[in-house]
């Protein structure tokens, strides 16, 4: 197969789509923004809507099928957001029942896709200005928090906010707020700098999920609001279905990372 | 009565629900972000919110109701949308049935309300910034025109983008692009720099909305997406009941609109 980083993003579907790569999506499509994908049915769909409106950083929206639409219009026209991830995740009122390759058995009319930035774009932004990701150099998860920050309440869904942990050298801080401030529609500014225990964390190296990571002198932990909050959020009120990406195994879409710049 | 300019938002909105002040709203409480209201069915409430999220630049969503609730938690937590507002309007099927001055008698359990961004923000940004706004200048509505641009479609919601202009100074027009992206959630930067034609405005002495304004020698029409878009395109659809603050006669929030800038 050819270098995946160079695949357009079409071509990167397809290849899912034919069951011709079930790995994770990392490094496929180079430049072009991946999204992660939450289910539900319309029942729930304006307060989850509504949810993600109230908390943009946790919880920035790329994308929103119409009711029983698979096609998520507006940053690939041409995908099917029921075959083109290579895995996905089925959970019935709140446990995990299934793990597939597509979703087409479990698609009804009444169902809503939505699509939500990930960090991967902005860490891009931040390797370009020569700022380090300890998680990629390390080759393992970016380390991931519960705190003590709340969300704000939309109808049923609730809870705190989950954050992801980078450590940055003291002198790169201001510049990683910078550079990460300019993409608010991938979790864009830091929620917190410096002291863990400010928001609920007791233990930096003890992770709630994903991997530790080390912490060099000097270093400072800079925490982004986490794409895991919706999908803990969710699964927290235990919807009668929920269907998710599995991690890392993200939707490619159509869009330029520098598209989601606001300057 | 004293200087409405340095009443806090709690006491113009006060003001406002005893029936001791029933004029426009321009200049209360001053550097505090006024918002448009647009009030529908739960029914509709998705495809509205999705047609928002779809379309921010005309449709910037500062708050959604709870449906039922007439309290907009995140910029007025103290406030009642039904009593808040110097003067409403109500449309059945599209059409204008009332103008009232409290919403009390038409608030349905079902109801949800929309505030959404207004230009006054930013055009204090551009005041700061030395830049001319010729319609306060000149003390008359900006003008306001229906252009070829179309809105994402979202459910039933559809329609053409309407924009303001603002005739800007060459020497100013970066600058002004610069100053109104900082805030996207009040419509953000321009969506057009020049010619009104390339957007399917016909004569810029003609606008569809709002007064004609003075464009002097070396000064570029710059076109922003207009907070009138998504009142035209719910009022296309005929929605059974909609509800809307009369022109001038905003929500004032309590927050300061530097609050709303992204850097």
């Given at each position: 197969?050819?270098?995946?980083?160079?695949?357009?993003?079409?071509e990167a579907r397809a290849l899912i789509r034919e069951?011709?790569?079930?790995?994770?999506?990392?490094?496929?499509?180079?430049?072009?923004?991946?999204?992660?994908?939450?289910?539900?049915?319309?029942?729930?769909?304006?307060?989850?809507?509504?949810?993600?409106?109230?908390?943009?950083?946790?919880?920035?929206?790329?994308?929103?099928?119409?009711?029983?639409?698979?096609?998520?219009?507006?940053?690939?026209?041409?995908?099917?957001?029921?075959?083109?991830?290579?895995?996905?995740?089925?959970?019935?009122?709140?446990?995990?029942?299934?793990?597939?390759?597509?979703?087409?058995?479990?698609?009804?009319?009444?169902?809503?896709?939505?699509?939500?930035?990930?960090?991967?774009?902005?860490?891009?932004?931040?390797?370009?200005?020569?700022?380090?990701?300890?998680?990629?150099?390390?080759?393992?998860?970016?380390?991931?928090?519960?705190?003590?920050?709340?969300?704000?309440?939309?109808?049923?869904?609730?809870?705190?906010?989950?954050?992801?942990?980078?450590?940055?050298?003291?002198?790169?801080?201001?510049?990683?707020?910078?550079?990460?401030?300019?993409?608010?529609?991938?979790?864009?500014?830091?929620?917190?700098?410096?002291?863990?225990?400010?928001?609920?964390?007791?233990?930096?190296?003890?992770?709630?999920?994903?991997?530790?990571?080390?912490?060099?002198?000097?270093?400072?932990?800079?925490?982004?609001?986490?794409?895991?909050?919706?999908?803990?959020?969710?699964?927290?009120?235990?919807?009668?279905?929920?269907?998710?990406?599995?991690?890392?195994?993200?939707?490619?879409?159509?869009?330029?990372?520098?598209?989601?710049?606001?300057?």
């Amino acid at each position: 197969m050819s270098n995946p980083a160079i695949l357009t993003p079409t071509e990167a579907r397809a290849l899912i789509r034919e069951g011709k790569w079930n790995r994770p999506t990392s490094g496929m499509a180079a430049g072009y923004t991946q999204a992660n994908l939450a289910i539900l049915k319309k029942e729930l769909a304006f307060e989850f809507l509504l949810f993600c409106q109230r908390n943009p950083k946790p919880c920035p929206v790329l994308d929103v099928t119409e009711a029983g639409s698979p096609v998520p219009k507006l940053i690939a026209p041409d995908a099917d957001i029921r075959t083109d991830i290579p895995a996905y995740r089925v959970y019935r009122h709140g446990e995990l029942v299934d793990e597939v390759t597509d979703i087409l058995s479990y698609w009804e009319d009444d169902m809503v896709a939505f699509l939500l930035g990930c960090s991967f774009t902005f860490e891009q932004a931040m390797l370009k200005n020569d700022i380090p990701v300890r998680h990629i150099e390390e080759d393992c998860n970016v380390p991931m928090y519960q705190t003590n920050i709340p969300c704000i309440k939309a109808g049923r869904f609730e809870g705190p906010m989950v954050v992801s942990m980078r450590p940055v050298p003291e002198k790169d801080v201001v510049r990683a707020v910078q550079v990460t401030s300019r993409f608010p529609a991938v979790h864009g500014a830091p929620v917190h700098v410096g002291n863990p225990a400010s928001i609920g964390i007791r233990d930096i190296h003890q992770p709630d999920f994903g991997d530790r990571v080390t912490v060099k002198e000097g270093e400072v932990p800079v925490f982004w609001a986490c794409g895991v909050t919706p999908q803990a959020v969710a699964m927290h009120m235990k919807p009668e279905i929920m269907i998710t990406h599995a991690p890392g195994h993200m939707f490619i879409t159509d869009m330029h990372e520098e598209q989601y710049s606001v300057l």
